[in-house]
């Protein structure tokens, strides 16, 4: 750790007389090793005391620990040292010496805390983690070793075991000494200076002059630490220096301090003279009190006895992370440090409150508060996700069992501040709650609403605030929490909250949440054994209350069903509740049952080596029925509070945080085996919750505002599966309801206050995790289906509940085709009647999209059309005679009817002539059945289908001309008219090409109009059949075309051949060519002109000098259409005059028509 300005205090207090000065630790953690706990903690040089404190082998003798070391090392836990000066008058110098060896602390299990991060520390909202250890979860301790190689923790015992520490020496109640830092490529070896001061066995200062900056110590303080620990025998130990400075006369005790001047003359020269004046002048400060301060005689009775902790860094620290807003792993960093919080707290560590003080001050001081309020945008779910495990802690702060009431009024009185400030976040994100407050909704909190009811909204610091005024006074809660004989076999069931069930055994009533609240707070404060009694008693009353309201239920379920209506009695849902009760109780069950060697409970060597958790049934607690366990208690409140039948909470936050909470909760339930005894917990459960009614989210009848239990229902259907099919597939199908989307939902009952609609009234649900919830239902009907395969009954069901409850055309699609997946595995034949399912589904499909817009519309069909392939001629033969409820009149054309008629799915089918001639009769059906509904988009399709059939065919073409006087573009027809040429239709092709003129309007400038090549080819066709066809069609492209370029190219192609050249049948004919003198020529030699005229003057209108070269070449264009007339030579020069006379004011463009054309 970096030296800071504070350097240790030396003088905390004042010696005039020998002997002072020690420190004391409280006594050892409950569950710990005794005083001095932990395989490595320091002992005294005799055997005996080595023996005492467990560091020697079982069943070898030694002798007994003397009284002296007994005594001191007591007193050197316990007591300042001041206080033992105080109490008596002479200490011999021998009882000094054992309370000054005693001093230091024995435990390196601190030492590592305050020098690593609890890498693997358990998840947080299930308590803290093992204390000992760098890393607590295995799996991430072995992720992570790498990691934790680099930790000051680990780095300090690589030191030690190199021999890098030497010069330790001890005195009184400090320790130095150096440590060399080993060379490394691109640094020098460095020797540090390493002091610290300890007191009460605590380390209460250190200083490093390595200058590195953290929050933990350093590594050189931890390998001077450890030293002290493991080789106490090898460290030289003085007692206070104002012990020995009291022994010296007048002469030893000037050569002493001119020795020392001399020695450090150029560091303490001017220190030295500054005091020697004011010791020589009476009336100085100096001379006002009475002894002197000595840096070694520890700590006064005032000092708090508590770890240093370098507050500064911990708060720099916290504001780094924050300001890098969950970028470069800040929120793991920030992870960790409410980890540590929540290790120092286990440890009964003062420093925990201090810690967490320091980092939610910064928390408020985040400047992106006030900018994320005055914008109106949200925190980010990370972000947030920090603020919930801050509140979380402070709540297990102020429920700390043993503290002190004006520690406790301390937290509420800086609690109380941070909830009154305007940017501090509310508790369910971006809502107020409106919901009342449950917190204290027991006995002793009479009061507790007061405060907190006059805030609209409730911030993330309003449990805690509200948990200060619980107190552990409650005898019963006493009773249940220090003894495991704690019962009462005089049973009335006739009382609402019972203090005993008909077993004898506790109950605790009391709102669950804060019941396991209190769980977590003894799990915190490292009371396991209290926590867990106190959860077993939690859970036996779930247990009987479950059991009280199945009772309920059954005598108003026939009044119920009949109304159709529920009520949900629990307005805060136990899963994604801030506090987190069923995890809290989860957590603490599992871990009494947590099958793991003594170093893991106890103290880790860091060999860094991990193994995978194993659980295991422990022999059954008295509170347990025969045959259960810690573990079958942790599943089955875990299933309880899933299944509860709860209210979506309002606000993206909160419900995101209740899907990530059931899957958090469900995940660590997988990780469990399951065997017998746990299969008849899963059986019990799920006839529960079938049965339970408005109390149950599997119940028959619930609130359509009621979380969803896909997820749920995903996990016990497939964990019941192997061993009770009928209830999973029961279980399943219950869930697979999804009433926030029927209109047709059961409303709340309004005859009864505790109903959800008289807590939300009138108000329509958005519930942002809606995509998610659906995409979860999905999953769970995926689930049945490929669990269902080969069962024709099941999958029926399935189906049905599918068709029923399942709302998301693109989640239905996806069903139909795992069901196809699943259904043509290569491994295995076909299953016909799952692949009737999916055939079934894609219908579905296709009905519920057929009159909205789906970006994946054409795959879908493209996929209904492979899954009837596969099905079978006759799902084809049905699709096609049911287009109309399936598909557009473009889809049954192009795509079904299309792939249908093509020679892979013929072949695919094994079809023999009759069944194709079948097929192509529905195909051919269809086809003029769409052409008449949309002949412009499926005209050319049903002519295409129709083909092989003479009748069908003409149908079609009849279609075409029907609709072609209305309704058809010319590109349309052109398209068709085409067609019909490739076919053999000339004449039909000349028709269509015709009727197409009719539609065509091409004006002056649109010269590259992607009609001018369909007007070319009508042109041709036109005249390749003959001069009458030709004349027939040149007044439709004269009244059409306006265009000069596209009719003067129409009329040089009419004047190369003889019309007819190439007639019907192939005949050629013999003849002259046209005249452009007679019609029809003259006439389209006319209007090219007429449009070169016109467009001649249109262009002169607007044009620019950078257009005169073109406009040129135009004119040159144009003279030759001119020439073309007998004529043209005389109409082509007055044309030019004219243009010179109305144009003379384009001076330079007319001298350049005077060049070309004079």
Request: aromatic share 6%; hydrophobic share 45%; charged share 20%.
């Given at each position: 750790m970096a030296e800071r300005g504070q350097l240790p205090h030396p003088a905390k207090r004042l010696c005039c007389r020998p002997g002072y000065g020690s420190g004391c630790r409280p006594g050892q953690r409950a569950g710990g090793s005794g005083p001095g706990g932990g395989a490595l903690c320091a002992g005294p040089s005799s055997a005996a005391a080595a023996a005492a404190l467990g560091l020697l082998p079982l069943g070898k003798t030694q002798s007994p620990e003397s009284l002296l070391d007994i005594a001191a090392r007591k007193v050197a836990e316990k007591w300042p040292f001041q206080r033992v000066e105080e109490r008596f008058e002479r200490i011999p110098e021998p009882v000094q010496r054992r309370i000054v060896y005693w001093s230091f602390p024995r435990s390196e299990r601190e030492?590592?805390?305050?020098?690593?991060?609890?890498?693997?520390?358990?998840?947080?909202?299930?308590?803290?983690?093992?204390?000992?250890?760098?890393?607590?979860?295995?799996?991430?301790?072995?992720?992570?070793?790498?990691?934790?190689?680099?930790?000051?923790?680990?780095?300090?015992?690589?030191?030690?075991?190199?021999g890098c520490v030497d010069n330790v020496l001890q005195v009184g109640f400090h320790l130095s000494g150096t440590v060399t830092e080993p060379a490394m490529q691109s640094e020098p070896e460095?020797?540090?200076?390493?002091?610290?001061?300890?007191?009460?066995?605590?380390?209460?200062?250190?200083?490093?002059?390595?200058?590195?900056?953290?929050?933990?110590?350093?590594?050189?303080?931890?390998?001077?630490?450890?030293?002290?620990?493991?080789?106490?025998?090898?460290?030289?130990?003085?007692?206070?220096?104002?012990?020995?400075?009291?022994?010296?006369?007048?002469?030893?005790?000037?050569?002493?301090?001119?020795?020392?001047i001399t020695v450090h003359h150029t560091e303490v020269l001017p220190t030295a003279q500054k005091l020697a004046d004011e010791i020589l002048s009476q009336n100085s400060e100096i001379n006002q009190v009475h002894g002197a301060p000595d840096p070694t005689a520890g700590a006064s009775i005032d000092d708090e006895n508590c770890w240093h902790l370098d507050e500064e860094q911990v708060q720099e620290q916290v504001k780094l992370f924050l300001s890098q807003g969950g970028y470069h792993g800040s929120g793991k960093q920030l992870n960790l440090l409410f980890a540590k919080v929540r290790e120092m707290l286990k440890m009964r560590d003062s420093n925990g409150a201090r810690m967490l003080t320091l980092i939610t001050e910064q928390f408020m001081a985040d400047p992106r508060l006030s900018l994320w309020r005055q914008q109106g945008t949200t925190m980010t779910d990370k972000y947030r996700q920090l603020w919930d495990e801050l509140g979380a802690l402070w709540m297990c702060i102020v429920l700390n069992p043993h503290c002190k009431l004006e520690q406790k009024s301390s937290w509420l009185k800086q609690l109380k501040k941070w909830n009154s400030v305007d940017v501090c976040p509310w508790e369910d994100g971006n809502h107020g709650n409106e919901l009342p407050n449950l917190t204290n909704a027991l006995p002793q909190g009479a009061n507790a609403n007061q405060d907190s009811s006059n805030r609209p909204h409730r911030t993330v610091f309003t449990r805690a605030i509200e948990a200060c005024d619980l107190h552990w006074q409650d005898s019963h809660l006493q009773h249940i929490i220090s003894s495991d004989l704690y019962t009462n076999y005089c049973y009335h069931d006739d009382t609402e909250n019972l203090l005993f069930d008909s077993q004898g055994w506790p109950l605790w009533h009391e709102h669950v949440p804060t019941a396991c609240a209190r769980v977590d707070a003894l799990r915190s404060h490292g009371y396991p054994r209290e926590a867990l009694r106190l959860?077993?008693?939690?859970?036996?009353?779930?247990?009987?209350?479950?059991?009280?309201?199945?009772?309920?239920f059954r005598a108003q379920k026939k009044d119920l069903l009949h109304r159709g209506v529920t009520s949900i009695t629990n307005l805060e849902g136990w899963v994604g509740h801030p506090l987190d009760p069923i995890g809290t109780l989860f957590g603490s069950l599992m871990e009494a049952c947590r099958v793991d060697d003594d170093s893991f409970h106890g103290f880790s060597d860091f060999t860094g080596k991990t193994k995978p958790l194993e659980y295991q049934h422990l022999p059954a607690h008295?509170?347990?029925?025969?045959?259960?366990?810690?573990?079958?208690?942790?599943?089955?409140?875990?299933?309880?509070?899933?299944?509860?039948?709860?209210?979506?909470?309002?606000?993206?936050?909160?419900?995101?945080?209740?899907?990530?909470?059931?899957?958090?909760?469900?995940?660590?339930?997988?990780?469990?085996?399951?065997?017998?005894?746990?299969?008849?917990?899963?059986r019990k459960q799920a006839v529960f919750l079938l049965e339970g009614g408005p109390y149950s989210g599997l119940g028959e009848v619930i609130h359509r505002e009621s979380v969803p239990m896909h997820t749920f229902a995903k996990y016990l259907f497939t964990s019941l599966l192997p061993h009770d099919a009928?209830?999973?597939?029961?279980?399943?199908?219950?869930?697979?309801r999804l009433l926030v989307l029927e209109s047709t939902a059961p409303s709340g009952d309004l005859s009864r206050p505790h109903h959800i609609a008289s807590v939300v009234p009138n108000r329509y649900p958005r519930w942002f995790t809606l995509s998610h919830i659906e995409s979860q239902q999905c999953e769970l009907a995926s689930t049945m289906l490929t669990a269902a395969k080969g069962d024709v009954r099941r999958l029926e069901t399935v189906l049905e509940s599918i068709q029923k409850n399942i709302h998301s055309s693109s989640h239905i699609f996806k069903l139909a085709q795992d069901a196809f997946k699943i259904a043509t595995l290569m491994d295995s034949l076909p299953d016909i009647?799952?692949?009737?399912?999916?055939?079934?589904?894609?219908?579905?499909?296709?009905?519920?999209?057929?009159?909205?817009?789906?970006?994946?519309?054409?795959?879908?069909?493209?996929?209904?059309?492979?899954?009837?392939?596969?099905?079978?001629?006759?799902?084809?033969?049905?699709?096609?005679?049911?287009?109309?409820?399936?598909?557009?009149?473009?889809?049954?054309?192009?795509?079904?009817?299309?792939?249908?008629?093509?020679?892979?799915?013929?072949?695919?089918?094994?079809?023999?002539?009759?069944?194709?001639?079948?097929?192509?009769?529905?195909?051919?059906?269809?086809?003029?059945?769409?052409?008449?509904?949309?002949?412009?988009?499926?005209?050319?399709?049903?002519?295409?289908?129709?083909?092989?059939?003479?009748?069908?065919?003409?149908?079609?073409?009849?279609?075409?001309?029907?609709?072609?006087?209305?309704?058809?573009?010319?590109?349309?027809l052109f398209t068709i008219a085409r067609y019909m040429e490739h076919r053999g239709y000339p004449m039909r092709a000349y028709k269509l090409a015709t009727l197409a003129m009719t539609h065509l309007n091409l004006s002056y400038n649109q010269d590259t109009h992607p009609a001018i090549n369909d007007v070319l080819w009508a042109c041709a066709l036109s005249h390749s059949l003959g001069k009458n066809e030709l004349a027939a069609i040149i007044p439709l492209v004269v009244k059409s075309v306006k265009c000069a370029t596209v009719l003067s190219d129409i009329l040089r192609r009419c004047t190369l051949t003889t019309p007819g050249m190439v007639g019907l049948h192939g005949r050629r004919n013999s003849g002259k060519l046209m005249s452009l003198d007679k019609a029809p020529l003259r006439q389209l030699l006319d209007a090219t002109i007429g449009a070169y005229i016109n467009t001649t003057h249109s262009r002169l209108t607007h044009i620019s000098p950078r257009h005169y070269s073109e406009f040129i070449e135009f004119l040159s264009k144009a003279r030759e259409t001119f020439l073309m007339a007998h004529d043209g030579h005389i109409q082509f020069t007055q044309f030019i005059d004219n243009l010179k006379q109305i144009y003379k004011g384009k001076k330079k463009l007319m001298m350049l028509v005077r060049e070309r054309f004079g």
């Open positions: 030492i590592c805390m305050y020098s690593s991060f609890n890498t693997g520390a358990e998840d947080p909202a299930a308590g803290p983690g093992g204390a000992a250890a760098p890393g607590g979860a295995m799996d991430a301790a072995a992720a992570a070793a790498a990691d934790e190689n680099r930790l000051p923790f680990r780095r300090g015992i690589a030191l030690l075991d190199g460095t020797v540090c200076n390493v002091a610290i001061s300890f007191d009460r066995c605590k380390i209460t200062s250190v200083t490093c002059s390595c200058g590195n900056k953290d929050i933990f110590y350093c590594a050189h303080v931890v390998a001077l630490s450890l030293y002290r620990i493991r080789k106490p025998d090898q460290v030289k130990l003085h007692l206070p220096i104002s012990e020995t400075l009291f022994q010296m006369n007048r002469d030893q005790l000037q050569k002493f301090v001119q020795y020392l959860a077993i008693a939690i859970v036996n009353t779930l247990r009987k209350q479950q059991q009280k309201q199945l009772e309920m008295k509170f347990l029925e025969e045959g259960e366990s810690y573990l079958t208690l942790a599943v089955e409140v875990a299933l309880i509070g899933l299944g509860q039948q709860r209210i979506m909470p309002d606000g993206l936050y909160a419900q995101e945080k209740v899907c990530r909470n059931e899957e958090q909760l469900i995940s660590k339930l997988q990780e469990i085996e399951l065997d017998d005894t746990l299969v008849k917990i899963f009928e209830l999973a597939y029961k279980t399943a199908l219950r869930a697979m009647t799952l692949l009737k399912v999916s055939l079934e589904l894609g219908l579905q499909v296709m009905r519920m999209t057929l009159s909205t817009l789906n970006w994946r519309r054409r795959e879908m069909v493209r996929w209904l059309v492979t899954c009837a392939t596969e099905v079978g001629v006759y799902a084809l033969d049905s699709i096609m005679q049911n287009w109309f409820t399936l598909f557009t009149p473009t889809e049954a054309t192009s795509i079904v009817a299309t792939t249908v008629m093509s020679n892979s799915t013929i072949v695919r089918l094994h079809l023999d002539c009759h069944q194709q001639e079948k097929l192509a009769g529905s195909a051919r059906t269809l086809a003029l059945q769409c052409a008449m509904k949309d002949p412009q988009n499926c005209a050319l399709s049903a002519l295409t289908l129709c083909e092989k059939d003479h009748i069908a065919f003409e149908t079609a073409y009849q279609i075409v001309l029907d609709a072609a006087t209305a309704g058809m573009s010319y590109s349309q």
